[in-house]
């Protein structure tokens, strides 16, 4: 059973940081590629960022580059956004999901496992 777990998300005024982190249990980190998404109300949900585990295949959505970072912690089972720069735009609900598939994928269709999300607002 994979399970996975979002945190860090919080009010922010613009411009301002913050770090999300996505734990797993299970085995989340069995799959090869893990992903955050954002969904903002009335909105589709969108990829933000993607990394196949044990490479250093990452992909971002042309709207974070260079403000966001994913990175991973293995031996933690953890899986990091850092967000700097934040935008109004930002806001929305984060979303870590779990892929088998073999690339660093960002469309939502291709994950399988998903977490419950952790809100940001950015004001």
């Known amino acids: 059973h994979v399970q996975l777990v979002e945190s860090g998300g919080g009010s922010v005024q613009a411009g301002g940081s913050l770090r999300l982190s996505c734990t797993s249990s299970?085995?989340?980190?069995?799959?090869?590629?893990i992903g955050w998404f954002r969904q903002a109300p009335g909105k589709e949900r969108e990829g933000v960022a993607a990394?196949?585990?044990?490479?250093?295949?990452?992909a971002y959505d042309d709207s974070v580059k260079g403000r966001f970072t994913i990175s991973q912690d293995n031996a933690k089972s953890t899986l990091y956004l850092q967000m700097n720069s934040l935008k109004p735009e930002d806001t929305a609900m984060y979303y870590c999901a779990a892929s088998p598939i073999g690339y660093a994928a960002t469309r939502p269709s291709e994950y399988s496992y998903w977490g419950q999300g952790t809100q940001v607002t950015v004001s």
């Open positions: 299970g085995d989340a980190f069995n799959n090869n590629c």
């Open positions: 990394i196949l585990l044990g490479s250093s295949s990452i």
